[in-house]
């Protein structure tokens, strides 16, 4: 089997558990439940005063939310692909593709992300991790953007689900080098994503030191992709997953550490109602993202359902900025919040500077 038809099977594994399988987080949540928004019983607004729209990456979209990246380079990707994206289009939000690692290992599968043409006027992003970003010229992943008409590219940060990985990467040095060079000379905006286990604020500033604006801090509490390695990996990897299976940074909480650092936040990681996305955008995201609810909504009902689901999503953000008094999406953002002590904690481990590192020659000295 060449490496082309191993992250081919790869691909189709990660459908079929996501679509079957228990996949999210046990034993962790996203916190948003430690997040009380305060009710204002006198709103002063009608509904169809409110406006959920937002520019992102240089278009508007018509609610805050982006399909985030999932899949490619199967012939059933393709027809997921396909369908969600022109559900991006047809609800005016954002779309983002699975990695494109396949596409450039084996060209033959560049049709299977080919969907700009279901999507024509919706954001869409490109996908390459940053191992892989790492070993290539900027040129490359230009033309891997162009090659897919995308509005920019994700670079997703994954070394929990790497290291559980039977053939997952194992260096990860060169990661801010790497960013760094990609936003000063891709062309396009570059978005830091983790994939389920969040970023915090210390990653935050290293990103935004890198010149990177945007970042989807894709929380723990939802889809576990070390649950996801595990279930599809050797024993080794079943081992280590149960090890680590509720290791990460909250969604809420990375989006708190985050809120006065400078960037663009995407809130992904177990969002499941339109009053996740609220709480979410009053912490600091600018738009949210889910990916598993909307694919197993597809799954059961086709592109009636996954739209219904959307719909659902924008009704609850529509009620919770009514009920807070929020006309706009920024009003929402500034909204005074009640905090648990859970989150409380996060926060100030975010806060706390850490003590110095003794130098060698203290050591030595103390060695003897």
């Given at each position: 089997?060449?490496?082309?038809?191993?992250?081919?099977?790869?691909?189709?594994?990660?459908?079929?558990?996501?679509?079957?399988?228990?996949?999210?987080?046990?034993?962790?949540?996203?916190?948003?439940?430690?997040?009380?928004?305060?009710?204002?019983?006198?709103?002063?607004?009608?509904?169809?005063?409110?406006?959920?729209?937002?520019?992102f990456v240089g278009k508007r979209l018509r609610a805050p939310f982006l399909i985030t990246g999932m899949t490619g380079g199967t012939e059933e990707?393709?027809?997921?692909?396909?369908?969600?994206?022109?559900?991006?289009?047809?609800?005016?939000?954002?779309?983002?593709?699975?990695?494109?690692?396949?596409?450039?290992?084996?060209?033959?599968?560049?049709?299977?992300?080919?969907i700009r043409e279901f999507a024509p006027s919706a954001p869409v992003l490109a996908n390459i991790g940053l191992i892989q970003a790492a070993e290539q010229?900027?040129?490359?992943?230009?033309?891997?953007?162009?090659?897919?008409?995308?509005?920019?590219?994700?670079?997703?940060?994954?070394?929990?689900?790497e290291l559980i990985q039977p053939e997952g990467?194992?260096?990860?040095?060169?990661?801010?080098?790497?960013?760094?060079?990609?936003?000063?000379?891709?062309?396009?905006?570059?978005?830091?994503?983790?994939?389920?286990?969040?970023?915090?604020?210390?990653?935050?500033e290293s990103l935004r030191n890198a010149g990177v604006r945007y970042v989807d801090v894709s929380g723990a509490g939802g889809t576990s992709w070390i649950r996801v390695e595990s279930l599809r990996g050797n024993a080794r990897s079943q081992r280590l997953g149960d090890v680590f299976a509720t290791w990460g940074i909250p969604t809420a909480a990375s989006l708190a550490m985050l809120r006065d650092c400078g960037l663009e936040l995407i809130a992904s990681g177990g969002m499941r109602t339109g009053l996740d996305m609220a709480k979410a955008i009053a912490l600091g995201a600018r738009l949210c993202g889910a990916a598993l609810p909307i694919y197993r909504a597809y799954c059961e009902g086709g592109i009636e359902s996954a739209v219904a689901l959307i719909d659902e999503f924008s009704d609850g953000l529509k009620a919770a900025m009514l009920l807070t008094g929020s006309r706009t999406l920024a009003d929402l953002s500034r909204q005074p919040l009640v905090v648990g002590e859970r989150l409380k904690a996060w926060i100030a481990a975010a806060q706390t500077p850490r003590p110095a590192a003794p130098d060698d020659k203290d050591d030595h000295h103390n060695a003897e």
């Open positions: 089997m060449t490496s082309a038809d191993a992250l081919r099977d790869r691909k189709t594994s990660h459908l079929e558990l996501c679509e079957h399988e228990e996949v999210e987080f046990r034993g962790k949540t996203t916190l948003f439940e430690d997040v009380d928004l305060i009710h204002n019983a006198l709103p002063e607004l009608a509904l169809d005063d409110l406006d959920l729209s937002v520019e990707a393709f027809m997921v692909n396909r369908d969600l994206a022109s559900i991006a289009e047809r609800c005016g939000i954002g779309f983002g593709l699975g990695s494109q690692r396949v596409m450039q290992r084996d060209p033959r599968t560049a049709w299977t992300f080919a010229p900027t040129a490359e992943l230009r033309r891997l953007v162009a090659d897919v008409g995308a509005d920019a590219l994700c670079v997703h940060l994954n070394p929990a689900q990467d194992r260096d990860f040095r060169r990661g801010c080098t790497t960013l760094e060079r990609l936003r000063r000379e891709l062309g396009v905006p570059v978005i830091a994503k983790e994939t389920g286990c969040g970023i915090s604020r210390a990653v935050g």
